[in-house]
């Protein structure tokens, strides 16, 4: 085995918060000064930073040719990551080793100049990107047609449309040629054709020149496509390294530990999960037509508690309320206690892939009072639906739900012998 | 793909580059596009355009004429008024626009350094070109009006390069403090136009030295009054005198700027990221 692109190991940053709010202007800091010098005078110590470790100990190797992705919530320091990798800031402690060139791509358009046209655009902006001046002319038609803005380049890239301004951006930085490349979260812009044509690229990149790809992003369902790998990255720290389909699984199952809101004071939702109708606890959702949730429920008598469901897809596309306070004025019962509620819904066949249920309860007039996001978490199979073992997901472009109501119908259309069709 | 590993990169905390130097001279295509861009972009949308260079020092010198020659009424010697301070204004306006170019660099270009690696002096030295094609135009102008009104060069143009080079040093020696103070304190941004203007007095841009023996000393603690001696001298073919300690003086104070400059520069450089 040849020698890893990227290697990190022990890799932490520390940023300072309250320090740095305090030195925004000269007279803070000279004020500042002044009253740590009396307080070390005085008691002989410093003041008390509040320290803020968006990465600690990170630790991974990627092989020269893999696509690696990373995943995680907001905050869990993808972005520091990518900015200690691509050379923007430093870190704390540890170490990074790179074999090969680097070029970052945080931001699509980095560098553009809105007064100047399309085409003395690409040459800065390649320049800013790592290209020296005789790559970016043999590669210039290329890039153009990539980005299909041919009309337009000796237009100032101003009166762009969005669109064609993120097209040219990433047509310039998809011609780069390092050996290792990093991508954050580019592909949230663009029509959804442009992001098909974007991961192409992507994926011929390494696919066919052996390059290290890394890539951030939370597209779940690119990552799905692109990647092989995934480091699933939780409050700065390393949560789970593999291959992404088990990351992506380990990372959707965070969902359920999410915080919730609301403190449940009059009817607090202990636990829930996915059964059959006969109350047996299921592993999958496996297409049956009516879905059965299991919830316990303990309330303290309030009168017009009712309860919600929200049916949504990973990436947070709420698909289906279920909601009997609202269909029904159904109530729990104005008593004190802990009920077990089994939830009918009836769910249209769902493709296959990972599906998060947001459960609330509710008082009528005033709204939620506990509120679990992502309290369940169904895995929908749609394997065993069909007789042909079809499976259908949602990345591969089939959509949430199975349209299918049957065979097509047929009926012969007779043909006069000897008669021509207009 | 080249078959012998190149040495890997390492990153490291703490770890002073370096590569940094030889990392400077490999972004001097960098530099020239971003000095490119800066030109490109000075004048657009201006109705006048580039004649603003024109403009600007044309109506100074015109204002400063009267107020030193008309009503201060310094000693002008064998020389139209006009003439003197336009060739102090020549390297007083290289020196302010290269001065405000580099010092206002990091902070301007903050898109750039939060999102790409690059050595961040590039910056900086790229705002360079546009003070220097501003200053060739108005010199392009000003050379024929001193044959016109004074007769002719002498040799002593041959030093003009030296002494643009001296006002570029120091222009960027200051700069470079500056910039890389206001990424941490913007405070800076207010007191550079206050730099600015009092340097405007205390540099002989409206009168001449060699009529002022007694102020020479005092004068030469400036480093821009040997830049604007040494400018006059050289356009005018020796009609004003150059003063050789304060020429002198002028350059220590230039190299020990530029040192400093980059010595702080460098060292904060690796926070610019994490606090711009």
């Excluded at chain 2, 403009?55 to 004429?65: K, Y």
Aim: net charge positive; proline share 6%; hydrophobic share 45%.
């Amino acid at each position: 085995m040849s020698q890893p692109a990227i290697e990190v190991s022990g890799l932490s940053k520390r940023y300072v918060i309250q320090h740095e709010s305090q030195h925004d202007n000269l007279r803070d800091t000279m004020h500042h000064s002044a009253r740590k010098l009396w307080r070390r005078l005085r008691w002989g110590t410093g003041f008390e930073k509040e320290e803020f470790w968006a990465l600690s100990d990170v630790s991974f190797g990627v092989q020269p040719g893999e696509i690696v992705g990373i995943i995680g919530r907001n905050g869990a320091g993808k972005s520091t990551l990518l900015k200690l990798l691509s050379r923007i800031t430093e870190p704390t402690q540890g170490k990074i080793k790179l074999r090969g060139r680097v070029a970052s791509l945080l931001e699509v358009g980095t560098g553009f100049h809105p007064e100047l046209s399309g085409r003395e655009n690409i040459f800065l902006n390649g320049a800013i990107l790592g290209m020296s001046r005789a790559e970016i002319k043999t590669k210039f038609d290329e890039i153009v047609a990539f980005a299909e803005v041919e009309k337009f380049l000796d237009t100032p890239v101003k009166r762009y449309s969005s669109g064609m301004y993120v097209r040219l951006a990433f047509a310039v930085a998809a011609h780069l040629e390092p050996e290792i490349l990093i991508v954050d979260e580019v592909l949230a812009v663009g029509d959804q054709q442009f992001q098909r044509k974007c991961l192409g690229k992507m994926e011929s990149i390494a696919q066919e020149n052996g390059r290290t790809v890394l890539f951030v992003s939370h597209n779940l369902n690119a990552v799905r496509q692109l990647t092989t790998k995934c480091v699933y990255l939780s409050h700065g720290k390393v949560e789970f390294m593999g291959p992404t389909p088990l990351a992506l699984d380990n990372y959707a199952s965070s969902y359920s530990r999410d915080t919730p809101s609301g403190n449940g004071r009059h009817a607090s939702i202990i636990e829930a999960h996915l059964i059959d109708e006969n109350g047996l606890r299921l592993p999958a959702h496996q297409g049956a037509p009516v879905m059965w949730i299991e919830v316990i429920v303990e309330t303290d008598g309030t009168n017009l508690s009712s309860i919600e469901c929200m049916l949504t897809d990973m990436d947070g596309t709420q698909l289906g309320l279920y909601s009997p306070g609202h269909f029904t004025s159904w109530r729990f019962p104005a008593t004190r206690g802990r009920w077990q509620c089994r939830l009918p819904m009836s769910v249209p066949p769902l493709s296959s892939g990972n599906y998060g249920l947001d459960i609330c309860t509710t008082i009528h007039g005033k709204g939620p009072d506990h509120y679990l996001p992502n309290a369940v978490i169904i895995e929908s199979s749609s394997l065993v639906n069909f007789p042909s073992k079809w499976d259908l997901r949602k990345e591969y472009a089939s959509g949430h739900f199975i349209l299918d109501a049957g065979d097509p119908k047929l009926s012969p259309l007779t043909k006069q012998p000897g008669s021509q069709t207009p | 793909m080249p078959t012998s590993d190149p040495p890997p990169l390492v990153i490291e905390a703490g770890q002073i580059e370096r590569n940094y130097w030889r990392d400077l001279w490999r972004y001097r295509e960098l530099t020239g596009f971003l000095a490119w861009r800066d030109i490109k972009v000075r004048y657009k949308q201006a109705v006048l355009g580039i004649s603003w260079a024109v403009i600007q020092p044309a109506v100074q010198t015109i204002l400063l004429t009267f107020v030193f020659g008309k009503l201060a009424k310094m000693p002008a010697g064998d020389v139209p008024y006009p003439l003197i301070v336009l060739c102090g204004l020549l390297p007083w306006q290289l020196f302010t626009s290269a001065f405000n170019g580099a010092g206002s660099s990091l902070v301007g270009n903050s898109s750039l350094i939060s999102k790409i690696y690059f050595p961040r002096l590039v910056v900086p030295i790229s705002t360079l070109a546009v003070a220097l094609v501003d200053f060739g135009i108005m010199l392009a102008l000003a050379i024929p009006l001193v044959i016109i009104f004074v007769g002719s060069l002498g040799w002593q143009l041959l030093f003009l390069p030296l002494f643009v080079l001296l006002a570029l040093v120091i222009a960027l020696g200051a700069g470079l403090w500056i910039t890389a103070l206001t990424v941490r304190f913007r405070d800076f941004r207010f007191i550079t136009p206050f730099i600015v203007q009092i340097g405007m007095f205390v540099t002989p841009v409206g009168y001449r030295t060699d009529f002022l023996p007694n102020w020479r000393d005092l004068l030469a603690l400036n480093p821009l009054a040997g830049v604007v001696d040494g400018v006059r001298w050289s356009l005018l073919a020796g009609r004003t005198d150059i003063y050789l300690p304060g020429l002198a003086m002028s350059v220590t104070t230039a190299v020990i700027l530029m040192l400093t400059g980059v010595w702080y520069f460098r060292r904060t450089e690796r926070q610019f990221a994490d606090i711009i």
